[in-house]
């Protein structure tokens, strides 16, 4: 048994190499990196400074601000993503004619990087020149340009409007496979014992879904709270900060200020929060099982 569980060891271990450098590695040197003073300048020569970098950040007049834009960024986002993706997922169900056609063309901007989309989607807001200002002046919705992206009151909407369209893909294929795993019997029987649609949707369609919804909103809130792709493409974080979040005030701190050490530990506090998070969610989770 011992040789058997060493030839198993030996078989994984190229796999939990690459893994463990690929995740691991950034993750312990991301954390070295935030207890010290590493900019540009000071590439060859970083010296540690203790937590000189989280003060820095939590002394940051806008810090709470950009906290705040996350759980906004994160909340609608992720929860009308869940909601257009599961009404998706219940209408590609039912078998049409053309649905593998249809599934390609909804399910194809997944595929697309998100800087991408970010960019395109910054061309078609443009507050000049943008395609949607073009087509609601012509129909006579608005009578003059509306500057999505660079009033303040419409930049947060306007790139969570983005994000949701961009990820209702990716609730649509967990949910739509999950409900062709249901076995049709148990609608059978309900509708037998009288239970209408809306009956075997609480009582059959819920229930089962519920593992899939638990994993996807977890992964998906995980992925959202890293995911400056879209909001970078837009905005930039702007106007006046309104769309920048913690990613986003990551990236800023690197790209404007050529802060690595401070950068690191914004990056060490979001994998905290979200470290806590996730702890808490399934905690809750499981106490209701």
Do not use: H
Not at 50 to 68: C, E, H, K, M, R
Not at 104 to 119: A, D, E, K, R, T
Not at 175 to 199: F, M, N, T, V
Not at 265 to 282: D, H, K, P, Q, R
């Amino acid at each position: 048994m011992k040789v058997k569980n060493l030839s198993y060891f030996l078989m994984l271990s190229p796999t939990l190499l690459l893994v463990s450098f690929l995740n691991l590695y950034p993750l312990v040197r991301g954390g070295i990196i935030s207890f010290q003073r590493l900019t540009v300048f000071t590439m060859n020569n970083p010296r540690f400074i203790g937590f000189q970098n989280y003060v820095s950040v939590l002394n940051d007049p806008w810090f709470l601000t950009y906290v705040l834009n996350t759980i906004v960024w994160i909340g609608f986002s992720v929860l009308f993503q869940f909601v257009f993706g599961l009404i998706l997922a219940l209408l590609l169900n039912k078998p049409f004619f053309g649905r593998s056609v249809y599934m390609g063309l909804v399910f194809y901007p997944w595929s697309l990087s998100g800087f991408v989309i970010g960019l395109l989607w910054s061309w078609l807001l443009n507050g000049q020149f943008g395609v949607l200002n073009d087509i609601l002046l012509k129909i006579g919705i608005i009578r003059s340009s509306v500057s999505f992206l660079s009033d303040p009151k419409l930049a947060m909407f306007s790139v969570i409007m983005v994000n949701v369209w961009y990820g209702i893909p990716f609730f649509a294929i967990m949910l739509l496979a999950a409900l062709q795993a249901i076995p049709q019997e148990l609608y059978e029987a309900a509708a037998i014992d009288g239970a209408g649609l809306w009956k075997q949707f609480l009582t059959i369609t819920l229930p089962s879904l519920k593992p899939t919804i638990v994993n996807s909103v977890l992964l998906r809130i995980i992925w959202v709270m890293n995911f400056p792709d879209i909001i970078y493409g837009m905005t930039r974080g702007g106007p006046a900060g309104v769309t920048t979040t913690l990613s986003v005030y990551m990236i800023n701190i690197v790209y404007y200020r050529n802060d690595f050490g401070k950068a690191a530990a914004v990056g060490v506090i979001i994998t905290l929060i979200l470290l806590s998070f996730t702890v808490l969610y399934l905690a809750l989770l499981g106490r209701d099982e």
